[in-house]
Every structure is written in structure tokens, then in C-alpha cells.
């Protein structure tokens, strides 16, 4: 685990985070910062290369001081929605096509800053200002085609203004929270579900604590909602609400540091909340770092206090990798500081286990997977751990009669059954 610092290429200082959509991504081996702002848009893409090191830049048509962005098909899609243009980057070959983006009605709103989310499906979806959701059929997503792509109303949901978009398990979407057309925060939190042919409306629920230039990211089947500023007390706030999107659910966390505007990326199931604004309009240093798993709380620090931060990260298989960049000082300087946070990767897990497969997941109090694992039958999976405690966490290992699994240590269990394990706390 390390952190270092370095410049953005462009040596442009900038914000990326105005408290809507954070105009940051990472795809494949690469971490983009798009365009920005200093009182001026900028047209600009910082790229940070994960494996090298270093710095480059790609130029956008306009200057847009906000883009939403997402990922689909290892590409990173990056939408103005003042033109009306969405970018796509294909980290392999690093480049950039534009396409222009048409609705066949008129409410698809240009000007408005539009959250834009995929799915693994192959579509992507985006709001309007009147409550109805867009989709982006995945055959109009070619990177080579440069016609016109037509983003086709999906369905009316109350989602209005701009909101966060996340994407969230496999072919789902998440659209929450932000600012409603009378300029207040909004409560709203819908799921939509894509069938790779369109998409619905399946899921709807309220947000605890609706509010201003709060941070999102999704762990698993959960999305995290943190910080923010309450228009009640005129404050910014610790509260962390978190939403199961399986179950429908929330619960709740406190950051250390109650904040507003801060960067956030993730290191597998460790969400890291950096920089940011306190009451004061005072710039933050600090990194509030949640891990997902032991529900606990670390504390480090990024090298300049700053608010307006963009978070991105990305895994290259070995490393996980976050870069926080950009910001402001609440006063009058803009920043061009990126500070990278590195760390080694948890193993990578096969999902399908057809004969004898040993596996070597965190050894600790609790064992702890990335991701669903299904034994065949037939299948004789071993987890080969220093320590046996809970299975723990949010994944599933669907057993075949006559599969089985074994821990080192001389604990066996035999399965005759058709049988799911659920890895859950105190399972």
C-alpha cells in the first residue's frame, strides 16, 4: 500500500467535481479527467497511465466543464450534454471518436448535466428533466460508426434534474439523489433494469437524508450515498447511507469527518472519501477510509487540501489503483495535484469449479470472496486459509450434488444436495 503524488499532464488546474456528476473514470489500465473547471470549461482529458506511470492528454471537440461518465464494453463513454455528444475511449488503442446523440423527442435535455450509466447487458440509460429515463440500444454503440446514435425513451419514473447514475451488479442501474428542477435535493432512488433489448422501471425507494454535493459509489449490490450539505441546518454532514439494491434496504455509516464535495474511489471492497469541504467552506486533507467487509473506519491523507476532487480507479489483475486530482481551495487557487494511491490485488478467483481447484482467499478472522463461485459435480473445491472463521461477505457458492468443499485445517463439508451457501456475517 502506497501513496505518491504527481501533476496532471495538461499542467491545467481544475475541478472535476462541482457536486454533480464527477467528470472522472478508469478503464483498463488508464484513469481519465475529463474537461473541468476554473471559472472557464476546459476541453481537455487527463489520462493517467497505471502501468507506466505517466501522463497524456486526449482533446475533447468542446469545452464542457462537466461530463458524466461511465464504462461498457472496456471502453470509457464520456457525455456532454450541452452539445449533446458522447466520447468514447478504448484504453488499448488510446483513442477518442465522438458521436452525436439524438432523441427521437425533444425532452432529452441539452444544457442539464445528465448522469449517463451501462450496463453488462450493453446498454446505457440516462434521465431527462421530466422524469423519463433514455436508452441507448448497445447496436448504436459501435466505436467505429460515426452516424448518429438515437437514444429511445425507455419509460416515466419521478426521477428528475440531475442525479447520480451507477451502474450496479450486472444489468441494473441506479439513479439517485441530486438536485430537482425547484433547486432542491431530491429523495428520489429508482432501479432500472436492462434487458439488453430496452429498459425498465423495477425498483423504487426513498433516500433517508436528501441533500447537497454528496459522494457515490457502489461495492457489490450496494451503493453508498456520504457526506453532503444539509439545507435544514445549512451544514455539511457525516451520515453515510447505504443502499442494498438486492433487498431494497438501507442502513447507515458516519464518516470520521463530516464533508461535503470529496473525492471518492474504491480499492476492492475499501471505499476511500478524500479531501473535500467542512463548515467554512474549509478545505479537507483527509481520507476516511471504509472497509466494506469488517465494517470499519481508517484514517490516512491526500498531500493537499482541497475540495471540488474527482476519485477514479481502476485494477490492471495485480494492483488496485486510485487517483484523486484535481480541486479547489475554497478561496481563490485551483489545483492540478493527483495523488495515487496504490495496493496489491486480491487473487483473482475462478467463478465455475469443475474438478479439484484450490483457492486462496483473504486468510484472517473471516474468509472473504470477490466473487460468486459455483462448484460442479464432480467439483472438489479447497480453500486454503491459515485461519477459519465466518464465510463473510455478500457473495454465493452454489454447490452441485456431488460437488464438495474443503478447508485446510481438517474441516470438510460434503455436499449430496443441491445446496447454496450464502457468505454472510456470522454465517
Not at 444539509?230 to 455509516?253: E, K
Not at 464438495?404 to 485445517?409: A, E, N, P
Amino acid at each position: 500500500m502506497a501513496w505518491s503524488s504527481s501533476l496532471l499532464g495538461s499542467l491545467i488546474p481544475r475541478s472535476f467535481n462541482l457536486g454533480k456528476q464527477v467528470s472522472a473514470i478508469g478503464v483498463g489500465n488508464k484513469i481519465l479527467f475529463v474537461g473541468g473547471w476554473d471559472w472557464s470549461s476546459y476541453d481537455t482529458i487527463d489520462i493517467f497511465d497505471t502501468q507506466a506511470s505517466t501522463w497524456s492528454t486526449q482533446q475533447l471537440v468542446s469545452a464542457y466543464k462537466n461530463l458524466s461518465c461511465t464504462v461498457r464494453d472496456g471502453k470509457a463513454l464520456m457525455y456532454d450534454s450541452f452539445n449533446g455528444y458522447l466520447y468514447i475511449y478504448n484504453p488499448a488503442t488510446d483513442s477518442l471518436v465522438k458521436r452525436d446523440v439524438r432523441n427521437l423527442e425533444e425532452n432529452l435535455v441539452e444544457g442539464l448535466d445528465i448522469a449517463l450509466a451501462a450496463t453488462s447487458a450493453g446498454g446505457v440509460l440516462m434521465p431527462d428533466k421530466y422524469g423519463g429515463v433514455y436508452y441507448i440500444d448497445p447496436s448504436f454503440l459501435s466505436e467505429g460508426d460515426n452516424s448518429q446514435i438515437y437514444a429511445v425513451p425507455a419509460g416515466s419514473g419521478a426521477i428528475v434534474g440531475w442525479c447520480f447514475g451507477l451502474s450496479v451488479g450486472t444489468n441494473r442501474v441506479v439513479f439517485a439523489g441530486g438536485i430537482n428542477l425547484n433547486d432542491d435535493p431530491s429523495s428520489v432512488v429508482e432501479v432500472w433494469e436492462d434487458s439488453g433489448q430496452g429498459a425498465s422501471l423495477v425498483q423504487s425507494s426513498t433516500l433517508p437524508n436528501p441533500r447537497r454535493y454528496m459522494s457515490s459509489i457502489v461495492v457489490g449490490n450496494k451503493v453508498f450515498f456520504a457526506g453532503g450539505y444539509l439545507d435544514g441546518p445549512a451544514s455539511y454532514t457525516n451520515i453515510v447511507d447505504i443502499y442494498d439494491v438486492v433487498g431494497n434496504s438501507w442502513s447507515s455509516a458516519t464518516l470520521p469527518v463530516a464533508r461535503g464535495k470529496m473525492g471518492v474511489a474504491k480499492t476492492g471492497n475499501k471505499i476511500h472519501f478524500a479531501g473535500g469541504f467542512t463548515d467554512g467552506e474549509i478545505p479537507s486533507s483527509v481520507v476516511d477510509v471504509y472497509d466494506a467487509d469488517a465494517n470499519s473506519w481508517s484514517t490516512s491523507s491526500i498531500s493537499e487540501a482541497r475540495g471540488e476532487l474527482a476519485g477514479a480507479f481502476t485494477s490492471d489483475g495485480s494492483n488496485y489503483f486510485a487517483v484523486f486530482a484535481g480541486g479547489y481551495d475554497g478561496l481563490s487557487s485551483y489545483s492540478m495535484t493527483a495523488d495515487i494511491y496504490s495496493q496489491a490485488a486480491a487473487p483473482s478467483f475462478p467463478t465455475d469449479v469443475t474438478g479439484a481447484t484450490t483457492l486462496n482467499p483473504t486468510s484472517g478472522s473471516d474468509i472473504v470472496f470477490p466473487n460468486d463461485v459455483s462448484v460442479d459435480a464432480g467439483g472438489d473445491l479447497t480453500l486454503n486459509v491459515t485461519k477459519v472463521g465466518n464465510l463473510k461477505g455478500d457473495k454465493i457458492i452454489a454447490v452441485a450434488a456431488g460437488g464438495q468443499i474443503g478447508l485446510t485445517g481438517g474441516r470438510k463439508i460434503t455436499v449430496k444436495a443441491e445446496t447454496l451457501y450464502q457468505l454472510l456475517a456470522n454465517h
